[in-house]
């Protein structure tokens, strides 16, 4: 009797690829491994430029510093789905020629970073406001080219922002900061950090007005006082924790309210910090003698 002949003519790629393949496999590959399969044959490029149109979160750190600009331009140009888009490690060369189409087609972003892309400008900024509404989280940290007119485009076009990282903007001032708190009260995660222009003024107007603030970060604000930080203890309840590091002119008697509370805070009370200053002089190390 013979043997009923097996059927072994299946292949990865006969799979479905939008049912399957893409959402069941490619989704849970590494960004750098999904590019890599381009290069096994036509068939696998076709399957990587689907999976690109339609996947909703791109990361160029997975891609480290070595993504291409040219690659970058056309690795999205066929996405409009996008939630998330970190081009954190394309600040070398990334302006705003290429990163207008991408914002322009994709209107559902939830989530942008674009930390330390010094090259691109304020129409970068003004085009995220007006393509997306539903925007929550961006992160601008050292963008100097952010300035007080793009940010309230920002403000007044998205409504949502729950997180903002204003990290060295420093074009920015208490007006801008004060605009934000105004229009944006559900902010929750706010950074103006290492922002000389920034005083009492801004701190005290997102305290009054961010009821539901939990982290916030003054590292070198060094026009930051005791009284804003006050207001903040007073208004922010939800607070979890305050970066002041560097701010010469906040002390414990602000700090000690929120340090009642259990808020985390980037400084030591003063009783550990002389004593690390004094190790660090000295080479002493305090010690209790457990001897009897």
Same mark, same amino acid.
């Given at each position: ?6 059927? +072994? ?30 290069? !096994? ?13 339609? *996947? ?7 891609? %480290? ?24 490690? $394309? ?10 189409? !991408? ?13 330390? #892309?010094?090259?691109? &400008? ?8 007006? &393509? ?6 961006? $992160?601008? %940290?050292? #963008?100097?080219?952010?300035? +007080? ?5 920002? !403000?007044?076009? #998205?409504?949502?922002?729950?997180? !903002?990282?204003?990290?060295? *903007? ?7 900061? #004060? ?30 007005? *961010? ?9 070198? $604000? ?13 208004? *922010? ?18 700090? %000690? ?25 000295? %080479? ?9």
């Amino acid at each position: 009797m013979a043997k009923d002949k097996i059927n +072994c003519g299946l292949h990865l790629l006969d799979l479905p690829w939008e049912d399957v393949l893409v959402p069941h496999i490619l989704s849970y590959l590494p960004l750098r491994h999904i590019i890599s399969l381009q290069r !096994v044959s036509k068939t696998f490029q076709s399957l990587v430029q689907l999976y690109l149109a339609n *996947c909703r979160s791109f990361d160029s750190t997975q891609l %480290g510093s070595q993504l291409p600009k040219s690659a970058f331009s056309s690795m999205l140009r066929h996405n409009s789905v996008l939630q998330r888009l970190d081009l954190r490690s $394309c600040s070398d060369w990334l302006t705003d020629k290429e990163l207008l189409p !991408v914002i322009g087609q994709n209107h559902h972003l939830l989530h942008i970073n674009l930390n330390s #892309c010094v090259q691109l &400008s304020r129409q970068s900024l003004v085009a995220i406001s007006l &393509s997306c509404p539903h925007l929550r989280n961006i $992160c601008l %940290g050292h #963008c100097e080219w952010v300035d +007080c007119l793009s940010l309230r485009s920002l !403000v007044d076009h #998205c409504k949502h922002l729950e997180a !903002v990282d204003l990290t060295a *903007c420093r074009q920015l001032k208490d007006d801008a900061v #004060c605009y934000l708190a105004q229009k944006s009260r559900q902010i929750k995660s706010l950074s103006l950090a290492v922002n000389a222009n920034i005083s009492d003024a801004a701190v005290e107007e997102t305290a009054k007005n *961010c009821r539901d603030l939990e982290h916030l970060d003054l590292t070198g $604000c060094l026009r930051v006082k005791n009284e804003s930080i006050k207001t903040l203890a007073e208004y *922010c309840t939800k607070l979890k924790s305050l970066k002041v590091k560097h701010c010469h002119n906040v002390t414990e008697s602000s700090l %000690g309210i929120l340090r009642k509370r259990d808020v985390t805070l980037d400084v030591e009370p003063p009783l550990q910090r002389a004593l690390v200053l004094l190790q660090d002089v000295v %080479g002493f190390a305090p010690f209790i003698n457990l001897q009897i």
